[in-house]
């Protein structure tokens, strides 16, 4: 799956009072790894920014006189998204932008989610981690993305931690391949199994040094995948720990 991590820097914080994008960036992943493509553009704006926006991004007027216009990177930023599935946090601000963007051009460029799925990386956060911060800067901090040099706002900078975040946040076992089966699945392949004469069955009995680790273990894999494959399994194997 092609994804597209995204993100905009704007002249202030709503789109709707004439707000514009004064940057693109953009970071390419392929099946959840950076192919190392990425895409940045400053925009001229044709306007001041808002109290506060220039602050955040270091950006100024004087930076952005010869940058190109959006209309004169649209087509080349679309190609770049075209198909892909957008990654971006708090997804209801950026696309607004780009929308309103798009819609000064014409109809005929449409809406970005006629282009690309949207996924927003903000909700992810917000599901994992209820009543938490979830700023960008927040979930590096907790997911230990190093964000030492991110001194101002940048979007391809943001773009880039954001990549990092949003594979720490969604890393389980579904995502490397080992998604858990259903009770159906699990009997299924429990009678695919080659079957042996009945015997003894040695007796199993596991250190309770080594039982803890593995409780431990499976404890973490629930918190970060939010499922088990140990847990689906209809009759799991009981552990016994060795007497101390």
């Not at 002249?11 to 940045?40: A, D, M, S």
């Not at 940058?67 to 892909?84: M, N, R, T, W």
């Not at 929308?99 to 994992?128: F, K, N």
Request: aromatic content about 6%.
């Amino acid at each position: 799956m092609r994804q597209i991590v995204l993100d905009t820097e704007t002249t202030g914080l709503e789109w709707k009072k004439g707000n514009r994008v004064v940057e693109i960036g953009c970071v390419e992943l392929q099946e959840r790894r950076p192919t190392g493509r990425t895409y940045q553009c400053y925009i001229n704006p044709q306007r001041e920014f808002e109290p506060g926006a220039q602050e955040v991004t270091g950006l100024t007027l004087e930076f952005l006189a010869d940058k190109p216009l959006f209309a004169a990177v649209a087509d080349e930023f679309l190609a770049f998204i075209d198909g892909a599935e957008l990654v971006i946090h708090n997804a209801a601000f950026d696309v607004g932008f780009l929308d309103a963007e798009l819609a000064r051009l014409g109809d005929g460029y449409g809406r970005i989610r006629d282009r690309a799925r949207v996924q927003d990386s903000l909700e992810l956060a917000r599901q994992r981690y209820p009543g938490q911060r979830n700023s960008l800067d927040a979930l590096c901090k907790r997911l230990g993305v190093d964000n030492a040099h991110r001194q101002l706002h940048g979007a391809l900078l943001d773009a880039q931690l954001l990549a990092e975040v949003y594979l720490a946040l969604t890393a389980g076992q579904s995502e490397i391949g080992f998604a858990a089966p259903t009770p159906e699945q699990a009997r299924a392949d429990a009678a695919a199994l080659p079957t042996a004469p009945l015997g003894p069955r040695p007796r199993v009995v596991v250190p309770e040094h080594e039982l803890a680790l593995h409780r431990a273990r499976m404890a973490a894999i629930r918190e970060r995948a939010g499922s088990c494959v140990w847990d689906v399994l209809e009759a799991p194997l009981s552990l016994e720990a060795e007497p101390a």
